[in-house]
């Protein structure tokens, strides 16, 4: 079974989690938070990666303008993940609206690897959860 990573985020969390082999189970391998400097388990906090698009954010609105830059670390994050081929199919997990900002964030090649989106809140539930929120098969 290829490897994947399911990505559960809003727009200030992510959980980034991979399947066992069964593809029944999920283990969280990094949490991603907006506030951080860092990403969990030695990441870095740099540019977006080129190619990839920006999400359009009022100034009026600073926690709009927040969400798109933690949309823009995160897809940094899941692009040096398929860099370093860490996964070959990606699962996406948010809210519709942080959704749609992490979407226009991702390089076409990180886009190409997408196989389920899922809109809904689900930083919150613990792993097993999360797994019985998606399909048997993505």
């Given at each position: ?10 727009s200030?969390?992510?959980?980034i989690?991979q399947?066992?082999?069964s ?10 938070n907006?506030e951080?400097?860092e ?5 870095n906090?740099a ?9 359009m954010v009022?100034?009026?609105?600073p926690?709009?303008?927040d969400?798109a ?6 897809a940094?994050?899941l ?7 860490s996964?070959?199919?990606l699962v996406?997990?948010a ?5 749609g ?6 390089p ?12 809904q809140?689900l ?5 097993t959860?999360?797994r019985?929120?998606?399909?048997a098969?993505w």
């Amino acid at each position: 079974m290829e490897a994947s990573w399911v990505v559960v985020a809003d727009s200030r969390r992510a959980r980034i989690f991979q399947h066992d082999a069964s593809g029944h189970h999920l283990t969280e391998a990094v949490e991603i938070n907006a506030e951080e400097g860092e990403i969990a388990e030695g990441g870095n906090n740099a540019e977006p990666p080129r190619g990839g698009r920006l999400a359009m954010v009022s100034r009026k609105d600073p926690q709009e303008h927040d969400a798109a830059a933690f949309a823009r670390k995160l897809a940094q994050a899941l692009t040096q993940g398929r860099a370093d081929g860490s996964f070959a199919r990606l699962v996406l997990v948010a809210p519709p609206h942080f959704l749609g900002q992490l979407g226009e964030c991702l390089p076409k090649e990180v886009e190409r690897m997408v196989s389920l989106r899922v809109s809904q809140e689900l930083t919150h539930l613990d792993a097993t959860a999360i797994r019985e929120h998606l399909p048997a098969r993505w």
